[in-house]
C-alpha cells in the first residue's frame, strides 16, 4: 500500500510544525509538498492525496477553489473564518471530500458527543456556560472549539438563549475547555486539558487518511472518529 501523500499548509506554524514531524515518522504516510504565507498553492497542489490546512482563514477561498480545480480532498483546521470564507468551504464540498474541524482531538471530539448527551439529559432546568484557555499568543477569541460547544448546546437546547463563553489568554497553555451546567443545588463539569500539540496533529492526520476516497461532503471529526 502506497505513502498517504499530504500537502501540508501551514507547515511553519506550531501545529504545522507537529504535524509535519509526525508525518515525517510514519512509514505510511509521505509529506509530498508544504505551503506556506506567500507560497501559490495552486503549484502545489499536484500529485497528492489530500490537504491539511492549519494555516489562516485567509487562505481558504483560494485553497478551496483549487482543491475543486484539481480534485484534491481537503482537511481544514483553521477557525475564525468569516461567512463568506464559511460559504466557500461548504460550495467546495459539494465537488469534493472536506474534513471541517474546530478541533482535531480525539479527547475534545469525545467532549462534544458527552455534551450533546448530558444537555438532553439535564434538560432546561440546568444552564450551560462554557469557559476556555489558551496561550496568550492565540490570536481568535472565543476559541473554535468553545464555539462549537455552544453551537451544540444552542441546538440541544433550541430555546434561541445564548450560551455564555468565558475566554482566558495566559501563559503557554495549550488548550483547556470546561463545560459547566449549573442545577437547582447541584451542578456538572465536563472539562477537556490538552497537554500537547501532538494530540491535534494526530488527529489531523487520522481525518486526512481517513478522507481519502470518501464522496464529496462536509465532514466533521465526529464523522471521522465514528461519534455520529
Known amino acids: 500500500m502506497n505513502p498517504t501523500r499530504i500537502l ?9 510544525k507537529e504535524i509535519s514531524k509526525l508525518i515525517k515518522s510514519d512509514a505510511r504516510l509521505n509529506l509530498a509538498d508544504v505551503c506556506n504565507r506567500g507560497d501559490s498553492i495552486e503549484t502545489k497542489m499536484k500529485e497528492i492525496d489530500v490537504a491539511i490546512d492549519v494555516s489562516h482563514p485567509d487562505v481558504t477561498n483560494d485553497l478551496c477553489s483549487t482543491a475543486v480545480k484539481n480534485t484534491v480532498p481537503l482537511v481544514i483546521g483553521t477557525t475564525g473564518h468569516s461567512p463568506e470564507q464559511r460559504k466557500a468551504i461548504e460550495n467546495a464540498a459539494r465537488s469534493v471530500p472536506i474534513v471541517l474541524a474546530s478541533n482535531f482531538s480525539i479527547g475534545v471530539n469525545a467532549l462534544f458527543a458527552l455534551t450533546r448527551a448530558a444537555g438532553r439529559i439535564l434538560g432546561p432546568e440546568f444552564h450551560p456556560k462554557v469557559s476556555e484557555t489558551h496561550h496568550q499568543m492565540k490570536k481568535d477569541a472565543p476559541s ?85
Open 8 to 16: 501540508l499548509v501551514g507547515a511553519n506554524g506550531r501545529l504545522g
Open 144 to 228: 473554535g472549539t468553545a464555539k462549537t460547544i455552544a453551537q451544540i448546546l444552542r441546538r440541544e437546547r433550541d430555546d434561541g438563549v445564548e450560551i455564555p463563553i468565558e475566554s482566558i489568554r495566559e501563559g503557554e497553555v495549550v488548550g483547556e475547555h470546561t463545560v459547566i451546567f449549573a442545577g437547582p443545588n447541584e451542578q456538572v463539569e465536563l472539562k477537556h486539558r490538552a497537554e500537547s500539540r501532538e494530540i491535534f496533529a494526530r488527529g489531523a492526520l487520522r481525518a486526512a487518511v481517513w478522507i481519502v476516497g470518501k464522496p464529496a461532503r462536509l465532514y466533521s471529526m465526529e464523522d471521522v472518529l465514528g461519534l455520529k
